[in-house]
Nanobody, 122 residues
Framework: QVQLVESGGGLVQPGGSLRLSCTAS????????MGWYRQAPGKERELVAT???????NYAESVKGRFTISRDNGKNTVYLQMNSLKPEDTAVYYC????????????????WGQGTQVTVSS
């Protein structure tokens, strides 16, 4: 099956920056949209940003102007550059991908990474 692995999380001070990466692996034929979601303690998972295979992006209003999503199709990797981080950005960040893959036949599925913790605190 398809696996997504995130990296790049950590502890950062308010106003600082982090760059998250997520790489998909498996018998992948095509990745359509990829995205980042986050979930803070006691809250539901929410959309942060998405990007299509052609590079069209969409952002939550709360991160617009501060975060930038990008992808490298050749590496099956999506990135999230996070600048001007705020304490309210603290959450587990999850990578998401809509994948067309091959296991005996071509199939489609939505996959999630294991999450990477981002903590913004002084």
């Amino acid at each position: 099956q398809v696996q997504l692995v995130e990296s790049g999380g950590g502890l950062v001070q308010p106003g600082g920056s982090l760059r998250l990466s997520c790489t998909a692996s498996g018998n992948i034929a095509r990745i359509n949209a990829m995205g980042w979601y986050r979930q803070a303690p006691g809250k539901e998972r929410e959309l942060v940003a998405t990007i299509t295979s052609n590079g069209m992006t969409n952002y939550a209003e709360s991160v617009k102007g501060r975060f930038t999503i990008s992808r490298d199709n050749g590496k099956n990797t999506v990135y999230l550059q996070m600048n001007s981080l705020k304490p309210e950005d603290t959450a587990v960040y999850y990578c998401n991908a809509d994948v067309r893959f091959y296991i005996g036949s071509f199939r489609n599925g939505v996959y999630w990474g294991q999450g990477t913790q981002v903590t913004v605190s002084s």
